[in-house]
């Protein structure tokens, strides 16, 4: 993941005038499981109220959901 977002991003040093027309393709179940796994657990809880302990104990739960509205980008 994080080689095809470096890609991404010397690309776009490159060429200022390059215009992306998404970047949804990149983000994976592997990838938000992994990035919230980074997100420290003191965190302050989301605007829903969740805790990140209660997050990462539902992530099965809500991420099909999150990732069709991340590619329909919605």
Known sequence: ???KLERVAAKARSNP???FTS??????PES????????PGKTS???DGLTMEETKKGFRQW??????????QA
């Open 63 to 72: 991420l099909e959901q999150t990732l069709t509205s991340i590619h329909r």
């Open 45 to 47: 809880p989301g605007v």
């Open 17 to 19: 005038k390059l215009r």
């Open 1 to 3: 993941m994080a080689t």
């Open 23 to 28: 970047l949804a393709h990149h983000i994976t």
């Open 32 to 39: 938000l499981c992994m990035n919230l796994h980074k997100i």
